[in-house]
């Protein structure tokens, strides 16, 4: 009955597809069809098979360790995790009131913020495209709530533009979209666009440029209610008797263009920034302390690894109890999974391969700092009218962020102050933190005067003198994921890494999950074949 | 010294703007140096002066009757509400389980939701640039957590297009965006743009869109990793050994013009739905009970108005106990406030100049339907990665919305299966609930096909059925405005009205608390100059 209607069913139809036109092909098809199969995280892992009462000794405890320890352990491994601080987390960690660490260099800082105050000094947003994150979220019961990356209401501020004045960044957003379509409606009105546009589709394009540029019936962006329906009013339509609204005036393309406020718009269009995106409620740290929940009794915290050894049978780490130093303490397994940034590793004597060496070589950790301000009233919010989000500057500070929690409620609040990376970064880090601070505060007086009157106290971290990591994050190159990226992340031996450096997604924390999750599946196939 | 530099403080800058050039300049000028005002609220309003011991009648205990029973009362008024429902709000108003109401035409609806899930009828989400709003919420101490207008990864759909397969955002935003960037860009280079742009512009112009529209080194638009960081990936960048990302194929340019998608883009950048928008922790009707702790001992609940009378003295309104009728009752004061929804209004005696009788009738109500299904388990998050936000479609039921609590749970969970304005509206409002419900399952089930195993029950409100607005809310023409808007909101004698009606932001709650506060205003300066 060739001629009959065929009932196929979606994964069927799918497998057919995969059959006939290879992996690529079908994944696209997969996402037509409706499938979420744009994460590389396919739900649980599943580490069928006996490993044969083997033990693993994993370095570090961060969300890469702990990820490790908590489904090996699953699978029926002896496990144990070494940590250097006398917390578990690693970059996965909020600094509240009464929290101190101390610097290379020897500075401590003590954080004063009030209670219910915090700053996230590594990872602070989570994708909701990182399927792994939020399923260790959902699994280990971390409550959620969003972060807002686009805050229409936020500031771009170039010091040598509009008066050194932020703008709004929905100015900016609303008239860049809409010259840019005057411009392109222009054009195509004076048949300039007849070789590359259809007629049929030139109509349509004109009606949506038209909706999309918030353009009048001239094709024209210009002070009227449809361009303030876009970029906002002088003042808002209101109730009553004093109700009209004014529009506002349009800031010119060109004007615009000389700001190069336009750079940030990507910030706000980028993948891993688009809606819906999430932060622990109460802090980031609370990811690293629900795994701690499952897997802290195996966590030795304090122990300050110094040389990695490999042989036939097993591994051996040597580490130093940095609570009571002297003898030098020795851990064995038969395994080893390695989560140690690579600036430190780099450091230890460890015996893999050349390749691996040249790998953990191979790779520079970027630079960042992060300074938390406390203020005395959430002026930004009853002033400015900016709940959450990011402004954006070409000062050095680069960024402040304006908390995503206790929206409205008045009293005090904490902004990220700064959130800095490259040479600017290095420059921060060459300070003292109470210079670092002091400057945070005084570049961002520009953009909210209001500081200076409300500062009270804050707190810095410069990655790259952070004992326990050395740097922000790992910084492939091109060239360096062509060359060693495989050799980084193959098992040597005995001995595996793991960490958002052994991923495509460095500083993230899905990064550190999926590396786990990718390194300990390989060893366990090793384990149950051998 | 007239040379010598002046230091002027912002607000006097602004006052001598405001003398030498008038409001719009003064508004303008406010707005470039930083200060929040583009709201016509300006903080707590002020009542100074005696009232002498007047009372007022409040019709309605919405939001607008509320806030004006609460101001007034603290300025000293005598005040007393009656209101039609057994609950205060008014659209301002939560579906949870256990709640049931009637429509007109008699059919009663109990909600079956399981406890902590809840449907919003009226209005669901707060703009941040309400300021009315947000600073009752602060002083009544009303929670708020961020509503999600635009989730890039929530749909757009069309039934003619793509075979009938829902359309992530991000793709239609990043692909109308990235190849409208092209087209310009293209023109630009073939020098098409010379007279519109200067020379050093169109330099900036090429760099700007190239960032913007997520083009390659050419200025093309295409499946690579820059377009990828903007509509999204086959695969995402992952983890160890399996983390190499496969980029996306855009959609033609051509076939999102005809698909049409593109008109939803322009409902994620309207000011009243630019982030940061916010809703209530717990369902819209937190507002209203936080009014209700203040003012609820001045409501008379269940009084269903009939008539109501001025004379040169005062107001007196008649009205029927909806619990005992019988005997018609009456309640008499110096001034009456009338918030009651013009459709009702419209067929009340009442004896007010013929230019308020004619902008009463001048006002008809827009027609929308609501219609809240309960899942047995939250599949758009958990399959599809949708948390939060709004799907748009062709199909009647025109949204649907996520929920934006709850976030990655598990569990149950309501959606908003349908927000239907139009003649779609109407059309759903003269089925019978249990057919308009089914109706959207069976729509719904087109984006999403987890409907039918899924569903559990659903709640419907269509507002024209609603006996105590008869309608969504004041759908002004530009005609009517013209004629009748301020005979709407002028005192008549001892009576004037409030409400969103009395507004130019027809729907929205900062319409009726900003109508309210203009006209007790108004009134408490008559009554202090009397």
Known sequence: MPNEPVTVSRRDLLSLIGTLSGSAAMYQAMTSLGFAADSGYKGPIKLDGDPKGASVLILGAGLAGMT?????????????????????????????????????????????????????????????????????????????????????????????????????????KADFQGQVSELLAKVTQQGRLDELVTKEDRETLMQALRSWGALDRNYAYKANLNSAEARGYVKDPGGGLTAVPIPSEPIALSDILKSRLWRHLQNFARYNFQTTMFQPVGGMDMIGKAFVREVGEVIRYDAKVTRIQQDEHGVTVTYTDLKAPGMPQQARADWCICTIPLPILGQLPVNVGGRMKAAIDAVPYSSSVKIGLQFKRRFWEEDEAIYGGISYTDLPIQQIAYPNSGYNSGGKGVLLGAYIFGPNAFEFTSLPPAERIARAVEFGAAIHPQYRAKYENGVSVAWHRMPFTMGCAGDWSEAARAEHYANLCQIDGRIVLAGEHASYIPAWQEGAILSSLDAIARLHERVVKA
Request: proline letters at 5%; hydrophobic letters at 35%; aromatic letters at 10%.
């Open 68 to 172: 490790a320890a908590l489904e090996l352990r699953k699978a029926g491994y002896r496990v144990q995790i070494l940590e250097f601080n006398s917390r578990a987390g690693g970059r996965n960690w909020t600094l509240r009131g009464g929290d101190s660490f101390t610097e290379l260099g020897g500075v401590t800082q003590t954080c004063e913020f009030e209670q219910g105050l915090y700053l996230n000094p590594g990872p602070w947003r989570i994708p909701r495209h990182h399927r792994a994150v939020l399923d260790y979220c959902r699994r280990l019961g971390v409550a959620l709530e969003p972060f807002t990356q686009l805050n229409h209401n936020a500031f771009l501020h170039a010091t040598g533009a509009f008066g050194g004045a932020p703008q709004r960044i929905r100015e900016i």
